[in-house]
């Protein structure tokens, strides 16, 4: 019995040709569309290296109340900080920071939202919610302020301390030899003072005396710090519930409540 003769239609041929090649055409590509996405990956890492500052000892001193840097200079940070976030939008660090600067330049909106976009991204860094919440404070939009003080005193010290210590593109570079544990636990008490402060004094803003006195006590709990002015804030709540009007009271020998709630309180990464 003679043998069978393979299959050789030149149609099947020329479709096996043609699927071939098509399928070489398309790995090629996937290689080619892989390597172009490292290479821009690479090319955003060098670009945003080659904006870094030569030096964060301005903002430093800014920030520790040692003189105003240049107003370029403010402008070079934050153009580095874009940089970054222009490399990864989710760089809540990031965020943070060049909302500091923006701030800085007198352009507080601009600065909230970048607070606002690092809050939405929801980092366990205290510093985001409270400053996002000083700006509301100061717009007064006391009820926002409320709500980010409240966020902001929930976070956990610890989890603030290990999210800054593994900023590697941020605050490690930004604060060096301060990212010790004890010298940001004593900055963090520091900033939760200030937050149940204005948190405190917010409710007293709108009136909610009842607030007032629990978010005085609060702290007062959490030995934040300044027991007196918290006790006598507590008292004040207590005293406008029970109908006594006490809003001229004075404070350590000076102040009065009306000028708490004035005051002028400044933004804090550290």
């Known amino acids: 019995m003679p043998k069978k003769k393979p299959l050789k239609s030149p149609a099947v041929m020329s479709f096996l040709k043609k699927g ?3 399928y ?8 080619v569309l892989v390597d172009y996405d490292q290479i821009k990956t690479g090319a955003k890492i060098r670009t945003s290296s080659f904006f870094k500052p ?14 105003k840097p240049e107003r370029k200079q403010l402008k070079d940070y934050a153009y ?16 943070v920071l060049l909302g500091y600067c923006l701030y800085s ?35 007064k939009d006391y009820r926002r302020a409320i709500d980010l003080f409240q966020q902001a005193v929930g976070k ?19 604060l060096k030899g301060r990212l010790t544990q004890p010298v ?5 008490r520091e900033g939760y003072r200030h937050a149940y402060l204005l948190l405190t004094l917010s409710h007293a803003a709108l009136g909610d005396y ?35 009007k006490s809003s001229s009271l004075i404070v350590s020998g000076q102040k009065t409540v009306d000028d708490l709630l004035t005051r002028d309180d400044r933004l804090r990464f550290f």
Do not use: C
């Not at 580095?80 to 965020?95: F, G, T």
């Not at 956990?156 to 930004?174: A, E, R």
């Not at 940001?184 to 963090?188: A, E, N, S, V």
């Open 20 to 22: 071939f090649t098509l």
């Open 24 to 31: 070489l055409a398309l790995f090629i590509l996937s290689w």
């Open 54 to 67: 030569s030096t964060y000892n301005g903002l430093i001193r800014f920030h520790e109340g040692e003189g």
């Open 80 to 95: 580095y900080y874009q940089k970054l976030i222009d490399y990864n939008p989710e760089l809540a660090d990031a965020h």
């Open 105 to 139: 330049l007198g352009r507080p909106q601009d600065a909230k939202n970048h607070y606002q976009t690092a809050v939405d991204l929801n980092p366990p860094l205290f510093w985001a919610y409270y400053n996002l919440g000083v700006i509301h404070f100061q717009q």
């Open 156 to 174: 956990h010290p610890q989890h603030t301390v290990g999210f800054m210590q593994s900023s590697d593109k941020v605050f490690v570079p930004l």
């Open 184 to 188: 940001m636990l004593t900055r963090l």
């Open 210 to 244: 009842l607030s007032m006195q629990r978010s005085g006590q609060q702290a007062l709990i959490m030995n934040v710090g300044d027991k007196e002015l918290f006790t006598f804030l507590v008292d004040f709540a207590r005293r406008q519930q029970e109908g006594e």
